[in-house]
């Protein structure tokens, strides 16, 4: 019999449990790191995976648990991945088993070797999808230049910065070619699951020799497991997916590509909450591949990155075809009538601009970024609004099915026949979402084929593509959506691009605020004339009381740099991202002051060094969600690793205080927050 050895094993323990690193059990063989294992924990049964750290010692009279049993069918994870996890683990404050474990497949958690072995024939039916060979158009003399100076680059990271309809997808499309061409796989991101399908057509039609397979939520438990399976094994050449991808494993990785980079999707907001763009670039540089992230408008880190030269930058600023950006128009919301400001959503520049596209057949978008018929009823005798009696929020107004819906706990009624204060029947909508929106245009304009894509209209698997076909069979006339609709989108009939509502984010507390809304104009500006035989007379309307601000006069002239210029000189004097390097550590509780003493007890912890400002807890800006109150406190330092020494020092004590504070609910750190 083998002498017993001793193996670090990492397991998925409770983010505020002591259980942090890895544990150390006996085992009769040395499995190698990155073995998935079966392991007693308390009185459970769990999955581990066996870590390349030395197993501690026990403490004295303690007896090791033994391992129960080893996925030895699959091949180990490979090292790199586990230093990508230990890297991901200790920037974002989470424990590695919790981000290992999670990064695995849970139904591959579950199975013996013998279930496995099952899988693993089962993997022979993923075959490429075959077809003609593919046509490869000449590339464009913008395109060639990018993929010279990529080919140049090597494995520094690149940023590539193309206008709307200039073809970046065609220049990653040539970089997995040459990263296949030399026996390499390549994993691309992109932020939603609903640009997945379009781009999975595209990598088919392109590469129909190839095995190509997606990663996202989307999928079922046994596709994840097929598809994660067939990455790890290197029988897949190509990986798309979302941010949960950025953790694939691969035995022969050649390149990263982070489409749409500027997301705020590539930031998980649950658990483990990492940017899956910025472990893209930690990533490349532990495998020795290039990162290439793509954009219309990057991320101000991104974009900062890339001026001081730690980015590679690729320009393609001119659309393919020669077609030219449409040309941006601003309604004075200040010179239209006051009553039909307030009230309506459809002015009559705007009416008259969608009925000119309707008589010439073409097609128009129409931006709302709020689902819903209206944020809010209101009583007219006593000024009842409809709140969500759970969350500090009001509950949305939704016509199709009569109900009172609050979109952050989902807290659901029927509309009340009169007011439920002082019995008024005359209670009315406040504002406008999609819903109202579309039903004024089908009143305004009729005969007109309007549709409407949000996440009330496209719950139903399959219904986005349903809705998407239509638009590009020409069977829409006009599309209302929200941000899903102005994202990645080839609607080649749409000359007209109209934006509703889109002044608050320009007031927000929130400094990111201003860079989301001009990235969401310019990605919808630039649905319009795509088609360059229409591109000349393609138009955007933005209705606005504020034509003269400067977010909207460097959306006039398509200048995501001079934008770019002056917030980073903003956030410079503020001493703000990217200048400056930030934490959130917010806690919920039953009570706003429970949530509040939890984090100045875990403030009088700190030992605040020279460079981190802590300041003082405040509630959150949405305060209630679902009876529970939430807090935040904010660390500021002007150096990433003077924040990370000290959080390092700062959060394993944060654990011991939970028993403390018996209102407390549970807390969480965000190392680089995407909002304050």
């Known amino acids: 019999m083998s ?38 924990l308390g009185r459970r049964m769990v999955c581990g995976i066996v870590w390349p750290a030395a197993a501690g010692d026990p403490e004295p009279g303690v007896e090791l648990r033994p391992v129960a049993a080893a996925l030895d069918t699959l091949a180990p994870l490979p090292p790199h991945w586990c230093n990508l996890v230990s890297f991901a683990a200790g920037y974002y404050q989470r424990s590695v088993g919790e981000v290992a474990l999670g990064a695995v497949p849970p139904e591959l958690r579950r199975l013996d070797n013998k279930q496995l072995a099952l899988r693993l024939k089962r993997l022979a039916r993923l075959t490429p999808p075959g077809g ?49 061409a030399a026996g390499r796989q390549a994993l691309v991101l992109v932020p939603e699951i609903n640009l997945t399908p379009q781009l999975e057509q595209r990598f088919a039609e392109r590469f129909p020799d190839r095995l190509i397979v997606s990663l996202h939520s989307g999928l079922t438990p046994a596709q994840r497991l097929r598809h994660w399976l067939a990455a790890h094994l290197g029988q897949a050449d190509i990986v798309l997916g979302t941010r949960m991808a950025v953790f ?12 749409e980079e500027h997301d705020p999707s590539y930031k998980s907001q649950e658990g483990a909450r990492y940017s899956a763009r910025d472990l893209a670039v930690y990533r490349g540089r532990l ?33 393919i075809g020669g077609g030219v950006l449409p040309t941006v128009k601003f309604i004075d919301l200040n010179h239209v009538p006051r009553a039909a400001a307030h009230h309506e959503a459809l002015t009559p520049p705007l009416l008259a601009a969608l009925g000119q596209r309707l008589e010439r057949g073409e097609q128009s978008l129409v931006l709302l970024n709020r689902r819903g018929y209206a944020p809010v009823l209101h009583c007219l005798e006593c000024g009842w609004k409809s709140g969500c009696p759970h969350c500090s929020a009001w509950r949305v107004f939704h016509r199709s099915d009569r109900s009172l819906r ?44 309007v549709a409407r894509i949000d996440a009330d209209t496209t719950r139903a698997k399959g219904a986005l593509e349903a809705e998407l076909g239509r638009m590009h069979a020409g069977e829409v006339d006009i599309l209302v959506g929200t941000q899903m609709v102005a994202k990645g989108h080839d609607f080649r009939g749409v000359t007209l691009v109209a934006v509703v509502n889109p002044d608050a984010a320009l007031f927000s507390s929130d400094f990111r605020a ?3 809304l001009f990235a969401l104009l310019m990605q919808a500006a630039g649905r319009a004339g795509r088609d360059a035989a229409q591109a000349a007379r393609s138009e955007v309307l933005v209705q606005t009381w504020h034509p003269a601000h400067p977010l909207y006069q460097a959306l006039r002239t398509h200048d995501y740099e001079a934008f770019a210029a002056s917030q980073l000189a903003e956030r410079a004097m503020a001493g703000l991202p990217p200048h400056a390097h930030l934490a959130l550590v917010r806690a919920e509780g039953r009570t706003q002051e429970g949530a509040q003493a939890w984090l100045q007890a875990a403030a009088d912890l700190a030992g605040v060094p020279q460079g981190v400002t802590l300041y003082p807890p405040v509630p959150m800006s949405l305060q209630r969600v679902a009876n529970i109150e939430r807090a ?40 680089d927050p995407l909002a304050i």
């Open 248 to 259: 694939t494993p691969l035995p022969r990785p050649g390149l990263i590509v982070v489409d």
């Open 406 to 449: 609050c979109h952050h706990c989902g807290y659901t009624e029927r509309v009340p026949r009169a007011c439920p204060d002082c019995g008024n029947a005359d209670i009315r909508p406040v504002g406008r979402g999609t819903e109202r929106l579309e039903e004024q245009l089908a009143e305004a304009l009729p005969g007109a084929r």
């Open 3 to 40: 002498q017993a050895c001793t193996l670090a094993v990492v397991v998925d323990a409770p983010q505020h449990s002591a259980l942090r690193e890895a544990l150390s059990y006996l085992s009769d063989t040395a499995w190698p790191a990155g073995t998935l294992v079966q392991v007693p």
């Open 514 to 516: 201003g860079e989301r």
């Open 132 to 180: 003609a060979a593919p046509v490869w158009p000449d590339p464009t003399p913008e395109q060639a230049a990018a993929l010279r100076a990529w080919r140049e680059a090597g494995t520094q990271p690149a940023l590539l910065f193309g206008s709307t309809g200039s073809g970046k997808t065609e220049v990653y499309l040539r970089a997995v070619a040459d990263t296949l």
């Open 287 to 319: 495998e020795q591949c290039p990162v290439l992230l793509a954009s219309a408008t990057p991320s101000l880190e991104s974009w900062h990155q890339a001026e001081r030269g730690r980015y590679v930058r690729l320009s393609m600023p001119t659309r």
């Open 632 to 671: 935040q406190m904010l660390v500021e330092a002007a150096s990433r690793p003077v924040l990370q020494r000290f959080l390092a020092d700062w959060v394993p004590a944060l654990h011991g205080l939970r028993g403390d504070h018996k209102g407390l609910v549970r807390w969480a750190v965000d190392v």
